[in-house]
């Protein structure tokens, strides 16, 4: 039976993510920075961890508890939305220690037991962001097209010790936290000066005319971590879906 550690397990596309595994038969071992037990049902199969991925010492003691893992799922991410030019450099350089920082630490952390293994598949979750330019993004954008590439490299890098490296590329997802993981405020981050250019854009995030779902992404992951073909990117929901076949 293989065992998947997944981050950010605490809400949306982790969690139907560890829900997803279970489902299959996987061993689960769920991730967040404050456990919860109260939002996954009781299962033999699971396990509920602490973890902060930008912390070392939390990413080494949660790898030792885990044990033995078939697959690592980088999930946990947070969002920022806003003008490049109001966006304080203390939040973009916390948007990366999550999004880029924390997910090479990860993976560095899981890579030794994968290769002497000869065995394993690293799942990264990125955005249909880094499919098309989109305005007020480019910080959170910047952050997963570091993923993207460091990905794609990886993933020759270890092909010979036979580890697969797959990216999973999420649409817009309004029902997940994305906007409410940032203790910015709209209004600090689209100044006056960007007021005009930006009402339309939110008007269009609040009446998108395709989304992703939660399931989407869970689906995608699962692909992804089963796939034995080769397959680099995974988009997951039919937005991301259409953009990554422009």
């Known amino acids: 039976m293989k065992t998947v550690l997944i981050t950010g397990c605490s809400s949306g596309y ?18 967040m920075r404050t456990p919860r037990l109260d939002i996954l049902q009781d299962n033999d199969r699971l396990r509920v961890l602490a973890l902060d991925v930008t912390s070392a ?13 078939d697959a690592l799922v980088n999930n946990a991410g947070v969002g920022v939305i806003g003008a490049l030019e109001a ?9 990366f220690e999550t999004n880029t920082f924390g997910v090479i630490a990860m993976t560095q952390a899981v890579v030794p037991q994968f290769r002497k293994r000869m065995s394993g598949v ?6 249909s962001a880094t499919l098309t330019p989109m305005p007020l993004a ?3 954008t910047a952050s ?12 020759h890098e270890l092909r ?3 580890v697969r490296v797959k990216l999973v590329e999420p649409g817009y997802g309004p029902t997940t936290r994305f906007s409410q993981n940032t203790d910015l405020r709209l209004e600090d981050v ?38 034995e073909y080769g397959q680099l990117r995974f988009p997951a929901g039919p937005d991301a879906v259409a953009l990554a076949r422009r």
């Open 122 to 127: 690293i799942v990264n979750v990125t955005s």
């Open 190 to 227: 689209i100044p006056a000066p960007y007021a005009a250019f930006a009402q339309p854009i939110l008007a269009s995030f609040a009446r998108p005319a395709l989304v992703t779902t939660e399931a989407d992404v869970a689906e995608a992951v699962w692909q992804a971590a089963n796939d």
């Open 138 to 140: 480019s910080v959170y």
């Open 14 to 31: 982790g969690l139907e993510t560890a829900r997803h595994f279970l489902d299959r038969g996987w061993n689960v071992i769920a991730t």
């Open 57 to 69: 010492d939390s990413i080494a003691a949660a790898l030792d508890a885990a044990g033995p893992i």
């Open 144 to 155: 997963k097209m570091a993923i993207e590439g460091f990905t794609g490299s990886l993933d």
């Open 160 to 162: 010979a010790f036979n």
């Open 87 to 95: 966006t304080p450099m203390s939040k973009t350089r916390q948007v």
